[in-house]
């Protein structure tokens, strides 16, 4: 059965990005997730149509209302269980969830739906948050203007762990050892791009090599760059494999610097 997405938007046309292009689209037309949005514009009650009003209290910008909030995220849920879903999950986008990681992304794609609530202004009234919001997400320590962007790039993560949404090839890459490391260097043709050449194992068509030389590559990086992964990944220190890997790598990264070094005193690749 498809993964249901049910959305409750004041901007529904944003979710066009992912439902129409890419990856996320063309999982889209091969049914392998459903998104429906709801604009609680639709649920307001006055003249105006109104969905916010004057924070209680006083201060700057706007509120979201709960009432039109309310009758969208149940006429969500009403939807989901119609189409047999035994439990609803009613997700919050803010900054005062726990932030998105690769481990709440495989948490999520266990789901067989949720209901993604975007606020827009300053926020929601609280009381609708106490009523309906299971879990609160953020995408981030920073402000966007609406919950929309986070809800995107939730869905996104969570299409991509999909049984079929990636080619075969790009389904290699995920597997859990790879997820936790940065990328190896890519390069393709030109083999020399502005006196720059592709490193030599790469064009040596040795597979073993190649494959030896991008984990080396994944690890190095990821000590250099984001240390504080290698650490979440093995709290325990690295195995034996990965330390000489790693190991090898640093004395090729002192190799490198020196030989620039050189370079540098004996005037090579120095303009003037
Ligand atoms: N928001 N991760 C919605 C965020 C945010 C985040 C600010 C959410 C504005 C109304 N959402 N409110 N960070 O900054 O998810």
Redesign the pocket.
Known sequence: MALEFDVITLLPEMFCAITKFGITGKANRNKLYHLHTWNPRNYATNHYRTVDDAPYGGGPGMVMMAQPLDQAITDAKTRQTDTGIKQTHVIY???QGQCLDHEKILQLSQLDSMILLC?????IDERLIEEQVDEEI???D??????EL?AMVLIDAVIRQLPGALGDMQSANQDSHVAHLLEYPHYTRPDNYKGKTVPEVLLSGNHARIERWRQQQSIGRTWLKRPDLLTKKYPAGLPDKEKELLEEFKQLQHLAINQQETDTTKGIGVTK
């Open positions: 986008l803010s900054p606020g827009r202004y300053e926020g953020s995408l981030g920073y402000v966007i203007s609406g919950g986070a």
